[in-house]
């Protein structure tokens, strides 16, 4: 076990801070050829292939640069990111692929094998064979995983397929992107460092209960775009329109200490300025926090709003205290409206 991983300063390594900035969409097609069982358009970074007899396969890959400079919890967290992805398609994930790339010029491998321990140890919580860690030599450090999962079909859960009236719920609060800056230039708490540690290697399983729930009409994650993004691709896709107040969304505790115009991250700036034409007139603070790069947010979820208290009682009984910070609409000019 390493033991004094300070001095590696993995963060300071990466392509970019928590994330891998991604050329483009990609549908999965390619000229010439067909593919009739591929559910294409059922998810966002996920390939849904249908097994027949009501069974579907899900597939994600999904890349996280380090943003913290401990190896084994990097490992952690990046894991989370990719499992994370099966959970919000109301899947089960059952194996794992890993790819390192990794400085070893720079860096020692055993530092690079605390990475893999960590990913090990997540996949195991999570009841996951990790099989393989293909290491890669790399002038930076990525890590992510492969993740091949299942569900049922009509378990299946998309981000186009939410109903107007529909109430919208969020199952972890936004500032991740703020803290984990903070934590970079130490100026959390060992407290706070603790608590944001354990939200950012929490596996979001409440997705596979969801997949069951009829009322539960459509989840997305909320990851590298923030809320901001989530929301926007889930209502469009839709076609409808969100209403939210503000002030109901769940936000971390205390963060109005780490908000400033740094703050405002570049990938935040990136995302607002893509996003700005599609939202009303919002203050700069909630910009930072409504953009804010989500590093393994929560599940932004779209319930029947017939459904709403019995949906808050079931999240209850799974230890999610949930309220509605918001709902979907008849498309209007604006994808996005923000009291």
């Known amino acids: 076990m390493i033991q004094q991983t300070e001095i590696y300063k993995l963060a300071q390594m990466g392509l970019s801070t928590g994330f891998i900035q991604k050329m483009g969409p990609e549908t999965g097609h390619h000229p010439g050829f067909a593919f009739p ?16 007899h009501g069974e579907a396969l ?13 190896p084994f919890n990097y490992g952690r967290i990046a894991s989370a990111h990719s499992l994370n992805r099966i959970y919000a398609l109301g899947g089960e994930p059952v194996l794992a692929t890993a790819t390192l790339g990794w400085p070893s010029d720079q860096l020692p491998t055993e530092a690079a094998e605390q990475v893999a321990e960590g990913s090990r140890s997540l996949c195991a919580e999570a009841g996951v064979l990790l099989a393989s860690i293909h290491r890669i030599k790399s002038p930076e450090i990525y890590f992510g995983l492969t993740v091949t999962g299942k569900v049922r079909l009509h378990h299946l859960k998309q981000t186009s397929t939410a109903t107007e009236g529909c109430c919208l719920y969020l199952t972890k609060p936004l500032g991740l992107g703020i803290l984990t800056t903070a934590m970079q230039q130490d100026l959390l708490s060992p407290e706070q460092t603790e608590l944001a540690l354990e939200h950012l290697t929490h596996l979001n399983t409440f997705g596979i209960f969801l997949g069951k729930l009829p ?3 459509a989840v997305a994650p909320v990851g590298s775009t923030g809320l901001l993004g989530a929301l926007t691709h889930l209502a469009e896709s839709s076609g409808l329109s969100a209403d939210i ?12 200490s780490y908000l400033s115009p740094a703050a405002l991250s570049s990938r935040a700036q990136s995302t607002w300025n893509s996003l700005a034409t599609k939202i009303n007139e919002v203050p700069d603070e909630q910009q930072r926090i409504l953009a804010d790069p989500q590093p393994n947010g929560g599940l932004l979820i779209a319930v029947d709003s017939r459904s709403a208290t019995e949906f808050e009682q079931v999240a209850f009984e799974h230890k999610l205290y949930l309220k509605a910070f918001g709902q979907l609409i008849e498309q209007q000019e604006k994808v996005v409206y923000v009291r």
């Open 245 to 256: 107040d503000f002030h109901n969304v769940p936000v971390w505790p205390d963060l109005d």
């Open 37 to 52: 069982h591929l559910l294409t358009g059922a998810a966002t970074d996920a390939v849904v292939l249908e097994l027949g």
């Open 58 to 70: 899900l597939s994600v890959t999904h890349f996280a640069t380090p943003f913290v400079d401990e």
């Open 215 to 217: 009322y539960v009409k």
